[in-house]
């Protein structure tokens, strides 16, 4: 039934799952403990892959669709795979923790130019030669993300003092460094879209761990977890217990299935990866009315404005490429 929606159509639904998984992430870390709720997301997400795991290792041949069977590797393709999962989990990390303290209608937008910054480092370090259409979308990213730091000020976050932002930004970064490096194992090392996501999945898990026992060891309040006990002081600072929110079970789902469609969308051979992408960028313009209509985040049609101005930038990054 999938292979035959249209790919626009396909790529409609990633977006929007993608923009739930931005509002879900935002409900999850909330006034809540961020190594914990990652450690929860992903442990989510390993299970429900465990099972295709198992069904692929033991009777591939009785699954229906070629594309759901998750591949046997070797160990040395385990360790790329594993790279990509601590350049994600680092960067999750970064997310989460400044979506935490951000209004999701600032840092959502921040994520949506990863386009620009994908761009930037295969210029800077590929030697890559953007078109007069590619320098004209970095021109317009800049434009908006200017504006944004303008709206920003209005609720005293400044973009080049605020460790949130600095936050947002460097996980954005490591983004777009995945963004290359996916491409890279998809195109040069061979492997398939399923199997790179299924055991990058799992291996997030270990990499998770060793935080979430820093935060149980160093910064838990303690009871936290066995009673729903309140924030205490640690150094100075509040110490964030963890509470569990149904929001939590929605995060790695949402993900998984947001790049699922996003995968058989560029499966079909008449899309148009440029297409696809601003598409699925325009995620943030959900994020966007999420945060403005459930969170009652200010300054909304400045903020419209910058996005617009941002995904106009990014579909002529796109455009051709």
Known sequence: ??????????????????????????????????????????????VLYSPLVIWSTFW????????LVVRSLSWKEHGLIAAKSVLVGASWTFAFSALKHLPLSIGAPIRATSPFWTILIA?????????????????VVLIGFWRFTLVGRREGIRFTRDRWVALMMAATLL???????????????????VTMQAWF????????????????????????????????EIGGRPAQPFRWRWSIALVSPLLILADWFYFVALSDPTALVSVVSVVRRSSVVIALGFGAKALSEANFR??????GVILLGVVLLTWNS
Do not use: H
């Not at 639904?13 to 190594?35: E, F, I, M, R």
């Not at 591939?60 to 594309?67: K, Q, V």
């Not at 400045?302 to 996005?307: E, Q, T, Y």
């Open 302 to 307: 400045a903020k419209s404005l910058c996005v």
């Open 123 to 139: 210029i800077l370090f590929f030697g890559e030669r953007p078109t007069p259409m590619q320098w004209l979308g970095i021109a």
């Open 1 to 46: 039934m999938l292979v035959g929606m249209n790919w626009i159509l396909l790529s409609i639904v990633s977006a929007t799952l993608l923009g739930a998984y931005d509002a879900a992430k935002k409900w999850s870390v909330q006034g809540n403990a961020v190594p914990v709720v990652l450690l929860t997301t992903v442990s989510i997400g390993a």
């Open 175 to 193: 983004g777009a460094c995945s963004s290359i490096y996916d491409k890279w194992l998809l195109q040069r090392a061979g492997f398939d879209p």
């Open 60 to 67: 591939a041949e009785t699954i229906p669709l070629d594309r």
């Open 201 to 232: 999945t799992i291996d997030l898990v270990p990499v998770m761990v060793p935080l979430a026992l820093w935060w149980y060891r160093f910064d838990a309040p303690r009871g936290s977890l066995q009673d729903g006990g309140t924030a205490g």
